[in-house]
C-alpha cells in the first residue's frame, strides 16, 4: 500500500494550481509565435499581452513593465548585473551572489538599509520567513517568497524594481518575470530579437506565461478571500505544539514580523538534513533552507548571517505550508516530528 504522504515545502515550490493547468492546456492549443504578424500569430500575441497585464494586476504594478523571464534567477540577473549593490546575507544566493553581505543583519533576520537607491532587499526571506520593511526607492527588491502570501503592491512599495516567480504562487516552474518602474531600463544579458521590449531575447514561453497570470490571478483572490489567515492559524497551532516539547526548541525570527505559513525551527546537536531524512521517512516533504541549497550538507548562511554559530546554523528546518495544508496535517507533523526530537534528546542526555 502507498503510504500517504504530506508536503509541508510550500515555500520551494507550491503545488500547481488546476487554474494554472487549465490555462497552460489551453495555450498548448494556440499554434502562432507571439512576433508573428498573421492571424495565429496575433492570437498568441494576444494571450501573452493579457497574462501581462493580469501578473501586473495581481501584483499592483499597472503602469509598471512585466518582462517574462525563465525565473526569479534571470529576473535577478537582469536586474543586477553590472551594478553595484548593497546587499545582505540573508538574500537568496540569486541576488547574494551578485552583491554580496555588505549590509548587516539583526538577529531577528531584519535589516537596515542606509542607502536605498545603492541597495537590494528581499520583501521576506524563503528560510524564516521574516518579513521586511522596503524603504522609499529601494533600487532591487526580491519578493518571489511575499508574492501571493501577504498583501504586495510593487506600485505602492517604492521600489524601482522587483523579483518574481510563477512556482512560488502555484504556477509553472521555469517562468517569472523582472518589473520595473515605467520609464527604467535594463541591459539584455539574453540578445537575438527583439522580444520583451529589447530586454530578452527569444520566443516567448507562452505556456508558462499563461499559467504564471492564471496562478497570479487564483493568489490574489487566496489573499482577499482570507486563506493564508487561516494559513497563519495552522502555522501557529504547529509551533504551540513543538514548544511544548523542549526548552531547547527555537523558532527563528519568532519575535519579528513573518510570512503567515513559515516556521524555521532548531534544536542545537540535531542535524538539519537528519531531520529531513527523518521527516521524509515518515512521509512528509520539510526542508533544511532554501530549495536551490538545502541539497548540500552545511549550515545555513541566512541563519549564519543572523549570528547563529555553525553548529546551530546547521540544525534548522524549515517547515513551509499553504491553503491546501489542513490542520490535521500539521497535528500529525507535530506529534512525528517530537516523538523524533524525544528519541534525539534520549541519544545526548
Not at 508574492?147 to 504556477?171: D, R, T, Y
Not at 494559513?231 to 511544548?244: G, P
Request: glycine share 12%; proline share 4%.
Amino acid at each position: 500500500m502507498t503510504r500517504n504522504r504530506v508536503y509541508l515545502d510550500w515555500n520551494a515550490t507550491a503545488p500547481l494550481r488546476p487554474e494554472a493547468r487549465a490555462a497552460m492546456l489551453a495555450a498548448m492549443d494556440l499554434v502562432g509565435n507571439p512576433s508573428s504578424v498573421h492571424a495565429e500569430g496575433r492570437a498568441a500575441r494576444g494571450l501573452l499581452e493579457r497574462s501581462r497585464a493580469q501578473v501586473a494586476s495581481a501584483f499592483g504594478a499597472d503602469g509598471a513593465d512585466v518582462v517574462f523571464t525563465s525565473g526569479a534567477t534571470e529576473a535577478a540577473a537582469l536586474a543586477l548585473a553590472g551594478r553595484e549593490l548593497a546587499g545582505a546575507g540573508i538574500e537568496h544566493d540569486a541576488v547574494g551572489s551578485w552583491t554580496g553581505p555588505s549590509l548587516p543583519a539583526s538577529p531577528e533576520g531584519l535589516v537596515a538599509v542606509p542607502d536605498p537607491a545603492g541597495a537590494t532587499l528581499q520583501l521576506a526571506n524563503s528560510e524564516t520567513g521574516v518579513v521586511q520593511t522596503l524603504p522609499e526607492g529601494l533600487a532591487v527588491s526580491d519578493m518571489t517568497q511575499g508574492f501571493g502570501k501577504i498583501p504586495v503592491s510593487f506600485n505602492w512599495s517604492g521600489c524601482e524594481m522587483a523579483l518574481i516567480s510563477a512556482h512560488k504562487i502555484g504556477g509553472p516552474k521555469g517562468i517569472g518575470a523582472l518589473v520595473l518602474k515605467r520609464g527604467l531600463d535594463v541591459k539584455a544579458r539574453i540578445r537575438g530579437g527583439g522580444q520583451e521590449m529589447g530586454r530578452r531575447a527569444g520566443t516567448e514561453n507562452l505556456v508558462g506565461i499563461a499559467g504564471f497570470a492564471a496562478a497570479a490571478q487564483a493568489a490574489a483572490r487566496d489573499l482577499a478571500d482570507g486563506a493564508w489567515e487561516r494559513v497563519e492559524e495552522f502555522r501557529n497551532i504547529l509551533e504551540k505544539a513543538l514548544a511544548s516539547a523542549g526548552k531547547d526548541i527555537i523558532f527563528v525570527g519568532k519575535s519579528a514580523r513573518r510570512l503567515p505559513n513559515t516556521s524555521c525551527i532548531a534544536v542545537p546537536g540535531w542535524r538539519g538534513e537528519t531531520q529531513v531524512m527523518q521527516m521524509d521517512l515518515a512521509g512528509y516533504a520539510v526542508s533544511a533552507g532554501s530549495a536551490c541549497s538545502s541539497g548540500k550538507v552545511k549550515s545555513s548562511r541566512v541563519l549564519r548571517a543572523m549570528g547563529f554559530d555553525e553548529v546551530a546554523a546547521g540544525c534548522a528546518i524549515r517547515v513551509s505550508i499553504g491553503p491546501g495544508t489542513m490542520e490535521d496535517d500539521v497535528l500529525r507533523f507535530a506529534d512525528t516530528w517530537m516523538a523524533q526530537y524525544r528519541k534525539h534528546r534520549a541519544r545526548v542526555a
